[in-house]
């Protein structure tokens, strides 16, 4: 978890130095439009993740009842 706000930090600071704004591009409706469009993919991701656990823990919950 460390290493990965570091990374978050250094990548903030790279785009910093090469005058990016991230206020801008999350603002812009090309950026909010691709923010929808991975949040989307995201949920559902996560939706399918869930739901295979769920499966698996009645599985093991019926093999050892």
């Known amino acids: 978890m460390v290493r990965f ?27 909010e439009d691709n923010f929808s469009f991975v949040w989307n993919y995201v949920k559902d991701g996560w939706e399918i993740i869930t739901e295979v656990i769920a499966v698996l823990i009645e599985s093991v919950r019926n093999v050892f009842s």
């Open 5 to 31: 706000i570091i990374l978050i930090v250094i990548l903030i600071l790279a785009l910093s130095y090469f005058g990016v704004s991230i206020r801008d591009i999350a603002q812009s409706p090309t950026g």
